[in-house]
Protein backbone atom coordinates (compact mmCIF):
# COMPACT_ATOMS: atom_id res chain seq x y z
CA UNK A 1 0.00 0.00 0.00
CA UNK A 2 3.06 1.93 1.07
CA UNK A 3 4.43 1.33 -2.28
CA UNK A 4 1.32 2.27 -4.41
CA UNK A 5 1.26 5.77 -2.72
CA UNK A 6 4.81 6.74 -2.95
CA UNK A 7 4.19 5.67 -6.84
CA UNK A 8 1.03 7.72 -7.41
CA UNK A 9 2.70 11.17 -5.94
CA UNK A 10 5.98 10.44 -8.05
CA UNK A 11 3.82 10.00 -11.11
CA UNK A 12 1.40 13.15 -10.18
CA UNK A 13 4.56 15.03 -9.00
CA UNK A 14 6.48 14.62 -12.69
CA UNK A 15 2.77 15.27 -13.83
CA UNK A 16 2.99 18.75 -12.18
CA UNK A 17 6.33 19.30 -12.11
CA UNK A 18 7.60 18.23 -15.27
CA UNK A 19 9.51 21.18 -17.50
CA UNK A 20 8.34 23.88 -14.40
CA UNK A 21 4.89 23.90 -16.46
CA UNK A 22 1.55 23.20 -14.69
CA UNK A 23 -0.91 21.84 -16.26
CA UNK A 24 -4.27 23.90 -16.08
CA UNK A 25 -6.51 20.84 -15.81
CA UNK A 26 -5.15 20.63 -12.44
CA UNK A 27 -5.02 24.19 -11.52
CA UNK A 28 -8.32 25.52 -12.15
CA UNK A 29 -7.69 28.79 -14.32
CA UNK A 30 -8.92 31.58 -13.65
CA UNK A 31 -10.83 31.64 -17.08
CA UNK A 32 -11.80 29.46 -19.66
CA UNK A 33 -9.51 30.60 -22.39
CA UNK A 34 -6.47 29.65 -20.46
CA UNK A 35 -7.47 26.07 -20.43
CA UNK A 36 -8.82 25.82 -24.31
CA UNK A 37 -6.17 28.35 -26.04
CA UNK A 38 -3.20 27.19 -24.02
CA UNK A 39 -3.59 23.72 -22.74
CA UNK A 40 -0.10 23.48 -20.95
CA UNK A 41 0.50 26.83 -19.74
CA UNK A 42 3.77 28.02 -17.26
CA UNK A 43 2.41 28.78 -13.41
CA UNK A 44 3.59 32.26 -13.90
CA UNK A 45 1.52 32.74 -17.42
CA UNK A 46 -1.63 31.48 -15.24
CA UNK A 47 -1.01 33.68 -12.49
CA UNK A 48 -0.95 36.61 -14.84
CA UNK A 49 -3.93 36.00 -16.46
CA UNK A 50 -5.65 35.70 -13.58
CA UNK A 51 -4.27 39.19 -12.10
CA UNK A 52 -5.12 40.76 -15.75
CA UNK A 53 -8.70 38.69 -15.28
CA UNK A 54 -9.33 39.92 -12.01
CA UNK A 55 -8.67 44.28 -12.72
CA UNK A 56 -10.62 43.87 -15.63
CA UNK A 57 -14.27 44.85 -15.50
CA UNK A 58 -16.73 42.47 -16.82
CA UNK A 59 -20.09 43.02 -16.83
CA UNK A 60 -22.62 40.40 -15.66
CA UNK A 61 -26.04 39.92 -15.74
CA UNK A 62 -27.95 40.06 -12.34
CA UNK A 63 -31.65 38.85 -11.93
CA UNK A 64 -33.57 41.66 -12.16
CA UNK A 65 -36.63 41.60 -9.22
CA UNK A 66 -39.42 42.48 -11.80
CA UNK A 67 -41.26 39.90 -13.81
CA UNK A 68 -39.82 39.68 -17.69
CA UNK A 69 -42.58 38.18 -19.32
CA UNK A 70 -43.75 40.94 -20.96
CA UNK A 71 -41.46 43.51 -23.04
CA UNK A 72 -42.81 46.54 -21.53
CA UNK A 73 -45.47 47.58 -18.89
CA UNK A 74 -48.54 48.26 -21.14
CA UNK A 75 -48.22 44.60 -23.16
CA UNK A 76 -51.89 42.83 -21.65
CA UNK A 77 -50.69 40.11 -20.64
CA UNK A 78 -53.56 38.10 -21.27
CA UNK A 79 -53.64 38.29 -25.11
CA UNK A 80 -50.35 36.26 -24.77
CA UNK A 81 -51.20 32.17 -26.03
CA UNK A 82 -50.75 29.32 -24.30
CA UNK A 83 -49.25 26.80 -25.63
CA UNK A 84 -49.28 23.11 -25.58
CA UNK A 85 -46.49 19.93 -26.73
CA UNK A 86 -45.33 16.90 -26.28
CA UNK A 87 -41.87 17.63 -24.69
CA UNK A 88 -40.64 13.62 -24.80
CA UNK A 89 -39.46 11.40 -27.23
CA UNK A 90 -42.01 9.69 -29.59
CA UNK A 91 -39.60 7.80 -31.60
CA UNK A 92 -38.35 4.52 -31.05
CA UNK A 93 -40.12 1.85 -28.34
CA UNK A 94 -42.51 3.81 -25.37
CA UNK A 95 -41.01 4.87 -22.67
CA UNK A 96 -42.49 4.58 -19.32
CA UNK A 97 -43.23 8.21 -17.94
CA UNK A 98 -44.54 10.99 -20.99
CA UNK A 99 -44.87 14.51 -20.18
CA UNK A 100 -47.20 17.08 -21.88
CA UNK A 101 -46.42 20.63 -21.15
CA UNK A 102 -48.78 23.87 -21.02
CA UNK A 103 -46.71 27.31 -21.16
CA UNK A 104 -48.63 30.46 -20.87
CA UNK A 105 -50.57 33.06 -18.76
CA UNK A 106 -53.85 30.37 -19.24
CA UNK A 107 -51.69 27.07 -18.35
CA UNK A 108 -53.28 26.86 -15.20
CA UNK A 109 -56.87 27.53 -15.98
CA UNK A 110 -56.58 24.91 -18.72
CA UNK A 111 -54.64 22.33 -16.68
CA UNK A 112 -57.94 22.60 -14.25
CA UNK A 113 -60.47 21.87 -16.79
CA UNK A 114 -58.72 18.71 -17.84
CA UNK A 115 -57.03 17.55 -14.98
CA UNK A 116 -59.56 15.78 -12.06
CA UNK A 117 -57.12 15.27 -8.89
CA UNK A 118 -58.12 11.86 -6.54
CA UNK A 119 -58.81 14.41 -4.14
CA UNK A 120 -61.80 16.69 -4.03
CA UNK A 121 -60.12 19.95 -5.03
CA UNK A 122 -57.15 20.92 -6.83
CA UNK A 123 -55.30 24.39 -5.48
CA UNK A 124 -52.33 24.25 -7.96
CA UNK A 125 -49.07 25.11 -5.88
CA UNK A 126 -45.95 25.88 -7.11
CA UNK A 127 -43.96 22.64 -7.60
CA UNK A 128 -45.81 20.44 -5.68
CA UNK A 129 -46.73 17.23 -7.60
CA UNK A 130 -50.78 16.12 -7.35
CA UNK A 131 -51.83 12.86 -8.69
CA UNK A 132 -55.07 12.85 -10.66
CA UNK A 133 -56.74 12.02 -13.75
CA UNK A 134 -57.16 13.63 -17.28
CA UNK A 135 -60.88 13.69 -18.82
CA UNK A 136 -61.99 14.54 -21.93
CA UNK A 137 -64.65 17.00 -22.66
CA UNK A 138 -67.18 14.06 -22.30
CA UNK A 139 -65.69 13.21 -18.73
CA UNK A 140 -64.22 10.60 -20.17
CA UNK A 141 -60.83 9.37 -18.21
CA UNK A 142 -57.95 9.16 -21.24
CA UNK A 143 -55.19 8.60 -18.61
CA UNK A 144 -53.92 8.50 -14.88
CA UNK A 145 -50.87 11.67 -14.37
CA UNK A 146 -49.43 13.52 -12.01
CA UNK A 147 -50.10 17.20 -12.31
CA UNK A 148 -46.76 19.60 -11.84
CA UNK A 149 -47.62 23.49 -11.85
CA UNK A 150 -44.70 25.65 -11.77
CA UNK A 151 -46.00 29.17 -11.59
CA UNK A 152 -44.46 32.52 -12.44
CA UNK A 153 -42.10 33.28 -12.43
CA UNK A 154 -40.52 30.46 -10.89
CA UNK A 155 -40.25 28.27 -14.49
CA UNK A 156 -37.64 28.18 -16.64
CA UNK A 157 -39.73 30.80 -19.50
CA UNK A 158 -40.75 33.12 -16.32
CA UNK A 159 -44.68 32.24 -17.46
CA UNK A 160 -46.96 29.65 -15.67
CA UNK A 161 -46.29 26.38 -17.02
CA UNK A 162 -47.65 23.15 -16.05
CA UNK A 163 -47.01 19.39 -16.92
CA UNK A 164 -48.83 16.67 -17.03
CA UNK A 165 -46.62 13.60 -16.32
CA UNK A 166 -48.84 10.09 -18.17
CA UNK A 167 -47.91 7.46 -19.54
CA UNK A 168 -44.98 6.94 -22.09
CA UNK A 169 -47.76 5.50 -24.72
CA UNK A 170 -47.92 7.84 -27.51
CA UNK A 171 -51.48 7.15 -27.66
CA UNK A 172 -51.86 8.42 -24.36
CA UNK A 173 -49.88 11.30 -24.87
CA UNK A 174 -51.12 12.80 -28.69
CA UNK A 175 -54.88 12.22 -26.69
CA UNK A 176 -53.98 13.97 -23.91
CA UNK A 177 -52.34 16.77 -25.75
CA UNK A 178 -55.73 16.68 -27.87
CA UNK A 179 -57.84 17.39 -24.99
CA UNK A 180 -55.66 20.39 -24.07
CA UNK A 181 -55.60 21.88 -27.48
CA UNK A 182 -59.64 21.55 -27.12
CA UNK A 183 -59.64 23.04 -23.60
CA UNK A 184 -57.77 26.43 -25.41
CA UNK A 185 -54.34 25.53 -25.55
CA UNK A 186 -52.10 26.81 -29.11
CA UNK A 187 -49.83 23.45 -30.48
CA UNK A 188 -46.38 24.28 -29.97
Known sequence: MAMAIASFRIVFRHMLHANNTY?????LPPRPTCFLI??????????????????????????????ERVENENTDVVNSTTIAAIVTSLGGPPAAVGIVRLSGPSAVSIACRVFR?????WQPTSHV?????????DGNVIDEVLAVPMLAPRSYTREDVVELQCHGNEVCLRRVLRTCLEAGATLA
Open 129 to 137: VEYGVVLDS
Open 117 to 121: PAKNM
Open 38 to 67: NRRATWRQCLISSRASSTNNYSYKVVVKKD
Open 23 to 27: NCFFT
